[in-house]
């Protein structure tokens, strides 16, 4: 197997290294690694490609590690490409007429896919065939091309922007995957300090754990920078050290930065804690709709801080005690 991108670990590509490179390093989403054992297994006896996969969900949870692994561990080729990428259909054609019999092709954020690509898609994934119009007017012709047998593996972060016919037709399964728990980061972050040589004690491990908003990404980022503050300052890597590194990267203990407390912080001070609707909130905090909506909100919902309804969004007695405010019921 063979990644078709050129890779170099001196040049800041640390976390691909930290990726698992088989299915037992692989920690958390055991329910989607069992239907996919069962799908490449089943497709390896029958001598077939894999059928196609979506994978949907917050970002940073390894849509893109999944397929990776997938290709390592049926020994093919992985080609990597995104949706905003493809601009034209002669970019995937060029894609796609360069594949090897049963090579895979992953594109991340596929909801950003150009609608006149997604429609040469459609035949392509569905009858193994890319259908080429050539000139314009009466006298264009379309020639249809004969495609090598591959995998498409896709994934997203909105798959509520996925057309229906393209959701239709990743005949593999549709996974969403979930945020992980607490024991689930301890041993990804385990594994990854062993990857980067450092060694920390299980308190640090549970402090960086519990601040790292249930997604690998983010653990193995504030990883990192512990390990940076604690290298630059000559302190072993323990719980105190850690504490002032993500402090002064303005995570607190519930990992919260200063964007979510600043939008929470606003809600109370500016709209006595809410209801109040997104676009008050984005004008206020000086944020855009869709970063509060996408990557603030979810997580403050999830930890029971914000609550949304049909008026808006409202700070909960939860909110109020994080950020130190009397809570007054309305």
Same mark, same amino acid.
């Given at each position: 197997m063979s990644i078709d991108k050129t890779q170099n670990k001196d040049d800041g590509f640390l976390d691909q290294t930290l990726r698992p490179d088989v299915w037992d390093e692989y920690v958390g989403q055991e329910n989607i690694k069992e239907n996919l054992k069962i799908l490449l297994t089943a497709a390896e006896e029958r001598n077939h490609p894999a059928e196609h996969i979506l994978f949907y969900g917050p970002p940073?949870?390894?849509?893109?590690?999944?397929?990776?692994?997938?290709? &390592?561990?049926?020994? !093919?080729?992985? &080609?990597?490409?995104?949706?905003?990428?493809?601009?034209? @259909?002669?970019?995937?054609?060029?894609?796609?007429?360069?594949?090897?019999?049963? *090579?895979?092709?992953?594109? *991340?954020?596929?909801?950003?896919? =150009? &609608?006149? %690509?997604?429609? %040469? /898609? +459609?035949?392509?994934?569905?009858?193994? %065939?890319? *259908?080429?119009?050539?000139? &314009?007017?009466?006298?264009?012709?379309?020639?249809?091309?004969?495609?090598?047998?591959?995998?498409?593996?896709?994934?997203?972060?909105?798959?509520? #922007?996925? $057309?229906?016919?393209?959701? $239709?037709?990743?005949?593999?399964?549709?996974? !969403? /995957?979930?945020? +992980?728990?607490? =024991?689930?980061?301890?041993?990804? #972050?385990?594994?990854?300090?062993?990857?980067?040589? @450092?060694? #920390? =004690?299980d308190e640090a491990l549970d402090e960086i754990s519990k601040r790292a908003r249930f997604t690998p990404r983010t653990a193995n980022y504030f990883l990192k920078r512990c390990r940076d503050y604690a290298q630059v300052h000559k302190l072993p890597l323990d719980k105190t050290s850690v504490k002032k590194a993500l402090s002064l990267l303005e995570i607190d203990e519930l990992g919260l930065n200063s964007g979510d407390r600043r939008v929470l912080d606003i809600i109370i001070t500016k709209f006595n804690g809410g209801p109040v609707g997104l676009k008050t909130i984005a004008a206020a905090s000086s944020e855009e709709e869709a970063t509060i909506e996408e990557v603030i909100e979810p997580y403050l919902i999830q930890l029971g801080l914000l609550e949304r309804g049909s008026r808006g969004r409202t700070v909960t007695k939860k909110g109020y005690d994080h950020l130190g405010f009397d809570f007054i019921e309305k």
């Open positions: 940073g949870l390894g849509k893109t590690t999944l397929a990776h692994l997938i290709a &390592k561990e049926t020994r !093919r080729q992985i &080609k990597i490409t995104s949706g905003p990428a493809i601009e034209k @259909v002669g970019d995937l054609a060029s894609i796609l007429t360069n594949l090897s019999p049963k *090579d895979i092709i992953f594109i *991340d954020e596929i909801h950003r896919l =150009n &609608k006149m %690509v997604e429609e %040469v /898609l +459609y035949p392509a994934m569905e009858s193994g %065939v890319l *259908d080429i119009i050539i000139g &314009k007017g009466p006298s264009a012709r379309t020639i249809q091309l004969e495609l090598p047998p591959f995998t498409l593996i896709a994934a997203t972060t909105r798959i509520a #922007l996925l $057309s229906s016919p393209l959701r $239709s037709r990743f005949s593999g399964g549709v996974f !969403r /995957l979930e945020f +992980y728990s607490h =024991n689930e980061i301890k041993k990804i #972050l385990e594994r990854s300090a062993k990857i980067l040589g @450092v060694t #920390l =004690n």
